[in-house]
C-alpha cells in the first residue's frame, strides 16, 4: 500500500491509499454512474468520451432536452414506440456524449469512449464517422436485445476502431443495466 500526507492546520496526517486505480476504470466507474441519470424506464446507459486523459464530454440515454421525461409522463410503459418497436424519443447515451461535445465545439477525433452498452449499429456508424479511436464497453447490446452478435462492435473492428470489453474492477458502483 501506498501512504501519501496531508499538510494542514499544523497536523500532519497520512493517509493509506489502495493502488491508484486505471483511468479505464475511473471512466467505466463514471458511465455506470451516469447511467443512474436516464429516465428511460427500459434501460440506463452512460457515456464518457476522452481523449489524452480529459474527460470532454458525458451522456446518457434519454429524450432530447425539453421534450418528455419517459419515466415522468409514462412510467408504466415508457415512451412511445416507433414503427420497429424502439423507443421514439431516446437519444443513446453515445450520441449524447458526441453531440454535446461537437455542440461545444469539442473535437472527438482521437477520442475513447466508455460506454455501459456496446454500442448498437447505428451509432456505430456515428462512432467511426466521428473518428474516435477506441471503444471501451461494458455489457453487450447483443445479449440485451437477444441477437446473435454485436453488430456495432463487429462494424467497429472491422473498419480498425479499438473496440474492447471492459474487463476491469468497479468499485462502489451497482450494475443497474
Same mark, same amino acid.
Given at each position: 500500500?501506498?501512504?501519501? @500526507? #496531508?499538510? =494542514?492546520?499544523?497536523? #500532519? $496526517?497520512?493517509?493509506?491509499?489502495? %493502488?491508484?486505480?486505471?483511468?479505464?476504470? #475511473?471512466?467505466? !466507474?463514471? &458511465? +455506470? *454512474?451516469?447511467?443512474?441519470? /436516464?429516465? @428511460?424506464?427500459?434501460?440506463? +446507459?452512460? &457515456?464518457?468520451? %476522452?481523449?489524452? %486523459?480529459? $474527460? #470532454? /464530454? $458525458? =451522456?446518457? *440515454?434519454?429524450?432530447?432536452?425539453? %421534450?418528455? *421525461? @419517459?419515466? !415522468? !409522463?409514462?412510467?408504466?410503459? =415508457? @415512451?412511445?414506440r416507433d414503427s420497429k418497436g424502439g423507443c421514439s424519443l431516446a437519444i443513446h447515451a453515445e450520441q449524447n456524449a458526441i453531440l454535446y461535445a461537437v455542440k461545444n465545439k469539442t473535437s472527438v477525433e482521437g477520442a475513447t469512449l466508455y460506454v455501459t452498452l456496446s454500442p448498437c449499429l447505428a451509432c456505430a456508424r456515428i462512432i467511426y464517422s466521428m473518428r474516435i479511436l477506441r471503444v471501451i464497453y461494458l455489457n453487450s447490446y447483443a445479449e440485451h436485445k437477444g441477437i446473435a452478435s454485436d453488430e456495432g462492435v463487429e462494424f467497429l473492428k472491422t473498419f480498425g476502431v479499438e473496440c474492447n470489453k471492459y474487463e476491469g474492477k468497479l468499485d462502489n458502483v451497482t450494475h443497474m443495466i
Open positions: 500500500m501506498n501512504s501519501f @500526507c #496531508i499538510f =494542514g492546520f499544523s497536523q #500532519i $496526517i497520512f493517509v493509506a491509499m489502495e %493502488t491508484r486505480p486505471a483511468f479505464d476504470d #475511473i471512466y467505466m !466507474e463514471l &458511465a +455506470v *454512474n451516469l447511467a443512474k441519470r /436516464s429516465h @428511460c424506464i427500459k434501460r440506463h +446507459v452512460g &457515456a464518457v468520451l %476522452t481523449k489524452d %486523459t480529459r $474527460i #470532454i /464530454s $458525458i =451522456g446518457y *440515454n434519454g429524450p432530447p432536452s425539453e %421534450t418528455h *421525461n @419517459c419515466d !415522468e !409522463e409514462w412510467p408504466d410503459v =415508457g @415512451c412511445p
